[in-house]
């Protein structure tokens, strides 16, 4: 049997190490193309923590809810995820391994089909309700099989693997259809908080308040602003949380943002679309050497989806011409600043094909002439010779916007008249799920260091797929079997076919993968970044200095 504490997978080294940069301990692997910018890793830290203060950061743009299990943008889940725990959670202090949470200990069967959560006794939700294993089950069923009009993040990667799932007195017994290493994963991720089941069914959703059983309670809550959350004083774990509170300031200007963290009115940014840029990095590295940066542990990709459904993109020649056109190269120094890794389907080279023989594949070859000429034959082949006109949709973000500027000029090779238009969380992702788009610019990230994560963008049904492929029986195969392949390396060849397939199919392309940074400053104090970008974020064990 296993129980909690099983160390995170190897894999979790392999991405850290990628990512790190020049920032990377000796020997690490670099960065596949570009280079990194200046980083610190953390230190570890023997003051003796203090209690008090309210720890300030921000966010890029309003939310479109407060929603965690329905909304997809991290400027959602970043934010209430200190008032909520997870079954289980990524060691506060370490991120090394998973520890328990709600589910006070699990065991795994030895066919890995069947897992056991024992439920912790005397958790309390912020109304002074008992979170039981009925709440448990309640927000997995909801996440994993969501009832009608509900928009689950999860669904994608969870209803498939899940049989069942049954209460046994405090134990909560979740049956696999097959083996699935990243349950683990899915139980701490931000995205399937421990919601309290009377509350949502009295008041039908938790779009504009919280109530979790976390380190921290919900108090206001104001759109354009930022929302304030305070210290919960009968939080389950004895001695935390160390802050009296916290507080995220929707800042939508980037440089604002770098001017509100320059000065100390924010004690950290964000992890996504708030992040630092390496010239940032670079020029507050000399300014202020006390200062601590991490390059994210979850890379950012603008790619740019088109719309299968309608025409032209119904033509499989037309995306496979946009997609010969993208000058990634290119974009690596204009959106990157030289830095991150060139746009492949998977970034991470274990993933597909090596980064090596994607470079001398068309599309991401250089120079660019022989890829342009392919791609003006076959838009002539399909009939759009002198191009077409064309409206993408981008979010408010600069790590959607700006990509989607430089495919108005990468579109204009092939006679393509495009227009940007950028639109607030909410209307962009209406707008992908009722399919009215022609085109979209936005950004899959990496949730954890597997690769099934990144279905959820191109794979039919997954739930943010909006380029409308679900015919696409090829790539349905094909991602179903890479899922079910326990063997490493047998698996690595599905991912290989799996990408293959993309290239000739291009429901989406990818242009670049970001390298962004993570600003600390030197106040904050047992700081951890974390498995992923979207697990943990609890902020129980950070505390202030001053």
Request: net charge positive; glycine share 8%; hydrophobic share 40%.
């Amino acid at each position: 049997m296993f129980t909690s504490g099983v160390p995170k997978l190897l894999a979790v080294l392999v991405l850290l190490g990628l990512l790190a940069a020049s920032c990377a301990p000796a020997g690490a692997p670099p960065p596949a193309t570009g280079k990194g910018a200046p980083a610190t890793t953390p230190a570890a830290q023997a003051e003796t923590p203090k209690y008090g203060g309210v720890l300030t950061s921000y966010i890029a743009g309003n939310p479109p809810s407060l929603d965690a299990q329905q909304e997809p943008t991290t400027n959602t889940s970043h934010i209430v995820a200190p008032m909520y725990n997870s079954l289980v959670q990524p060691d506060p202090l370490t991120s090394d391994k998973y520890v328990p949470a709600v589910a006070e200990k699990w065991e795994m069967s030895q066919d890995g089909l069947t897992w056991t959560l024992h439920i912790r006794q005397g958790v309390k939700f912020h109304d002074g309700t008992t979170f039981t294993a009925d709440d448990a089950i309640f927000n997995f069923k909801r996440v994993a099989d969501p009832p009608k009009g509900f928009v689950s993040n999860l669904a994608f990667i969870l209803k498939p693997a899940v049989k069942s799932i049954a209460k046994e007195e405090n134990k909560v017994k979740i049956v696999l259809n097959y083996p699935f290493p990243i349950l683990l994963d899915n139980l701490a991720h931000n995205y399937l908080p421990m919601y309290s089941q009377a509350y949502v069914e009295k008041n039908g959703d938790m779009k504009t308040t919280v109530m979790g059983t976390g380190p921290f309670k919900f108090k206001s809550y104001n759109p354009g602003v930022g929302l304030e959350a305070v210290k919960n004083e009968n939080y389950w774990v004895k001695g935390r949380p160390y802050l009296d509170g916290y507080q995220y300031l929707f800042i939508k200007d980037e440089s604002t943002r770098l001017a509100a963290f320059k000065t100390g009115k924010v004690n950290m940014t964000e992890k996504r679309f708030a992040v630092l840029q390496p010239k940032d990095v670079e020029a507050l590295k000399k300014e202020q050497p006390d200062l601590k940066f991490y390059p994210t542990n979850s890379p950012l990709g603008p790619w740019f989806f088109m719309n299968t459904r309608k025409p032209p993109f119904q033509d499989q020649r037309v995306r496979k011409a946009i997609n010969l056109v993208i000058d990634r190269q290119a974009a690596m120094q204009v959106l990157g600043q030289g830095a991150g890794i060139i746009g492949k389907f998977f970034p991470v080279e274990p993933w597909g094909i090596p980064m090596d023989e994607f470079l001398k594949m068309p599309g991401w070859r250089q120079p660019k002439d022989a890829d342009i000429a392919e791609a003006k034959k076959l838009m002539a082949d399909a009939g759009f010779a002198s191009g077409f006109e064309l409206t993408m949709l981008a979010r408010q973000m600069a790590q959607s916007k700006e990509p989607a500027v430089f495919m108005t000029d990468q579109l204009a090779k092939l006679g393509i008249k495009s227009k940007v238009q950028t639109l607030e969380d909410v209307i962009f992702w209406d707008n992908g799920r009722k399919a009215t788009h022609e085109a979209m610019v936005y950004t899959p990230p990496i949730f954890f260091p597997d690769p099934h994560w990144l279905g959820r963008f191109f794979a039919p049904g997954g739930t943010l797929n909006f380029a409308g492929n679900e015919n696409d029986k090829e790539l349905v195969a094909l991602w179903d079997e890479q899922i079910k392949t326990v063997d490493p390396e047998r698996r690595k060849a599905v991912i290989r076919k799996v990408e293959e397939h993309l290239m000739q199919s291009v429901p989406g392309a990818p242009i670049l993968w970001y390298l962004h940074y993570i600003g600390v400053r030197p106040e904050v104090k047992n700081y951890s970044q974390g498995i992923s970008d979207f697990v943990g974020n609890s902020l129980q064990e950070l505390w202030l200095a001053k």
